[in-house]
């Protein structure tokens, strides 16, 4: 099944402790990228990838790494997580053809105490 | 600045009647429209898009409009169902190679039985 899978589903921290979070996609997809949603403001894009090696920052980078050393795998990196970055996250991929539909994943809900 | 705008938060209309849901954005040289439904606990799915040469799309029970003049799209769906309760996304895409999404906060629709 073609599909975006994100790990773990839920997660609860403290402040400074770094994290990863997962993401892989079974599709052969060059385009991968990250979102955060919060209430009222929708999703916001966190960093992409067009491809092997290739990262840009997206609207909300502040925080946040990420790697593409893989074609399938696009983990989410929080070096020092702080409160503000408790949000729901997701991951998605898509062909680099911008009209190709992205696939998301389920989600990651992420709470930094 | 917000470029794609879906100023209704939330809609609730009657199952069997037309859902109208709108998405307005400022960015001229948006190109490409799609909308994405999510269920909670899920990641957004691909609904619909359409293509800025084109001022009518249809799915179904699903059609896109768009007013290029306006610079406004709407989702229509009808029949309305149950099922059809979800928050919709708008998104759209500037024709600078591969320029990534740009989504709206989202609009609620609940359709009652």
């Known amino acids: 099944e073609a599909q975006v899978t994100q790990n773990p589903r839920y997660l609860i921290t403290v402040t400074g402790k770094k994290l990863t979070v997962t993401c892989s996609q079974n599709?052969?997809?060059?385009?991968m990228s990250w979102y955060r949603q919060d209430p009222g403001l929708g999703l916001r894009q966190i960093y992409y990838?067009?491809?092997?090696?290739?990262?840009d920052k997206g609207d909300v980078p502040e925080g946040y790494k990420v790697s593409r050393k893989e074609k399938r795998n696009f983990p989410l990196i929080l070096e020092s997580p702080s409160p503000n970055q408790t949000s729901l996250y997701f991951c998605?991929?898509?062909?680099?053809?911008?009209?190709?539909?992205?696939?998301f994943g389920n989600g990651t809900r992420l709470t930094v105490t | 600045d917000q470029q794609v705008k879906q100023n209704s938060p939330s809609l609730s209309v009657q199952e069997g009647r037309i859902s109208i849901l709108n998405c307005d954005y400022t960015?001229?040289?948006?190109?490409?429209f799609l909308w994405y439904k999510k269920y909670p606990a899920e990641g957004p799915t691909f609904l619909i898009s359409?293509?800025?040469?084109?001022d009518k799309n249809e799915d179904g029970r699903f059609t896109v409009f768009l007013n290029k003049s306006a610079k406004h799209l709407s989702l229509h769906i009808v029949p309305s169902q149950p099922g059809d309760s979800a928050v919709y996304f708008c998104?759209?895409?500037?024709?600078?190679?591969?320029?990534?999404?740009?989504f709206g906060k989202g609009t609620r629709l609940s359709v009652i039985a």
């Open positions: 998605a991929s898509g062909l680099r053809d911008r009209n190709s539909p992205l696939h």
């Open positions: 359409i293509s800025s040469i084109k």
């Open positions: 990838s067009m491809n092997v090696e290739v990262t």
């Open positions: 599709m052969n997809h060059e385009y």
């Open positions: 998104a759209a895409s500037a024709g600078l190679g591969n320029t990534p999404l740009v």
């Open positions: 960015n001229s040289m948006f190109d490409y």
